[in-house]
């Protein structure tokens, strides 16, 4: 199992793993990976029409948690473009800016080396 298996976050990511497997998502998709702000977008895929979009926000995440939470919730996708949202949550935890820009580095670092063909936004 993975380090967050015993967090609030596991619920919320198995439920997109269960939905996963009913129904297939969308190959090479424009992902929107971060915070509640990105998972209470209700109507994301009307927001961008002709795009196949893949929202896989969690509530509370900061950047650690969405580095720790990326080998479930970005890298299967293979995603064309990742849109990031996430570094509020850190900042609510007490977090400095500096430290907050040290995560932000690791996460941009990680998708340049696991996924290098994928854009951030």
Same mark, same amino acid.
């Given at each position: 199992m993975n380090?967050?298996?015993? *967090?609030?976050f596991e619920p919320e990511i198995r439920a997109y793993e269960e939905a996963d497997r009913s129904r297939r998502p969308p190959e090479a998709p424009v992902l929107f990976y971060? %915070? %509640? %702000?990105?998972?209470?977008w209700p &109507?994301? &895929?009307h927001a961008? /029409?002709?795009? /196949?979009v893949l929202n896989r926000g969690f509530g509370g995440? *900061?950047?650690?948690?969405c580095i720790q939470l990326f080998p479930r919730l970005v890298k299967p996708y293979a995603p064309r473009v990742i849109i990031f949202y996430a570094g509020d949550n850190d900042l609510a935890h007490g977090c400095r800016p500096i430290e907050v820009i040290g995560r932000l580095k690791r996460f941009v670092e990680l998708i340049h080396t696991q996924l290098?063909? %994928?854009l951030l936004g």
């Open positions: 380090d967050l298996a015993d *967090t609030p971060g %915070s %509640s %702000s990105l998972r209470f &109507e994301l &895929e961008f /029409p002709g795009h /196949p995440a *900061t950047i650690q948690d290098p063909s %994928s």
